[in-house]
């Protein structure tokens, strides 16, 4: 392109995710189209297998994911032709969604170069934000009651028991590992309970220690590397 790239109305960093973001879409629409016609299982909300009476028929597609895939087509059609309306280019590709999507990408300095693209980024994110949690729903919240908690509690378990049981606990609780409970051994946050113990037997602790300092000292986050 002979056009200069001193004016762009995105800036680098934002244009790099934008294309990162857009060579993701051509997999993306294949899982959706997976899941449009049914032919994975998709988690809660987009199960209709569930509890169908014999002379129902099962839908012929995830309308869930119609909905997503039509939204993603149609956010993507709208930038190209605001590009090629502003940019005075012409669309020649394949008319798919992951077509569109190869062109913007190969095109991506016109895109940036374009008047009102400020809103392009985050337009194009929340619709493929919508069609991944289509294809990959989030796990069903997992309920607590008091009563649960409280008898999980008063149980004497090992470390590797204790780790089940928080994953059973779900929420808060599901990041307990056996390593973190070594770690909280070894700094003195908890204590195993009393024996004896056979020499070969694991120690021993009661759940509502462990789950307390769990909760009480949080694991550092790990940083991230960010663009350079």
Same mark, same amino acid.
């Given at each position: 392109m002979s056009e200069r790239i001193d004016h762009l109305y995105l800036d680098r960093t934002t244009l790099r995710a934008l294309v990162e973001l857009l060579r993701?879409?051509?997999?993306?629409?294949?899982?959706?189209?997976?899941?449009?016609?049914?032919? %994975?299982?998709t988690g809660a909300g987009g199960n209709f297998r569930a509890h169908r009476r014999p002379a129902e028929q099962p839908l012929p597609y995830d309308p869930r994911a119609l909905h997503a895939a039509d939204t993603l087509h149609a956010v993507l059609v709208s930038w190209v032709r605001l590009v090629c309306e502003q940019r005075g280019l012409e669309y020649r590709d394949s008319p798919t969604t992951a077509g569109l999507a190869r062109w913007l990408d190969r095109n991506i300095i016109a895109f940036a170069m374009t008047e009102g693209v400020h809103d392009a980024p985050a337009d194009i994110r929340e619709a493929t934000r919508?069609?991944?949690?289509?294809?990959? *729903? *989030?796990? %069903?919240?997992?309920?607590?009651?008091?009563?649960?908690?409280?008898?999980?509690?008063?149980?004497?378990?090992?470390?590797?028991?204790?780790? %089940?049981?928080?994953?059973?606990?779900?929420?808060?609780?599901?990041?307990?590992?056996?390593?973190?409970?070594?770690?909280?051994?070894?700094?003195?946050?908890?204590?195993?309970? *009393?024996g004896p113990w056979a020499p070969e037997w694991p120690e021993q602790y009661l759940v509502g220690d462990v789950l307390d300092g769990h909760l009480a000292h949080p694991r550092r986050t790990r940083r991230t590397t960010v663009d350079r």
């Open positions: 993701e879409i051509p997999d993306l629409v294949e899982d959706l189209t997976i899941t449009l016609t049914n032919q %994975a299982r919508t069609a991944w949690q289509v294809i990959c *729903p *989030p796990d %069903a919240p997992v309920v607590l009651d008091d009563s649960t908690v409280a008898k999980a509690r008063a149980h004497r378990l090992n470390a590797a028991g204790i780790v %089940a049981l928080a994953k059973e606990l779900g929420g808060e609780y599901r990041g307990l590992t056996v390593r973190r409970v070594q770690t909280m051994r070894d700094a003195g946050r908890i204590a195993p309970l *009393p």
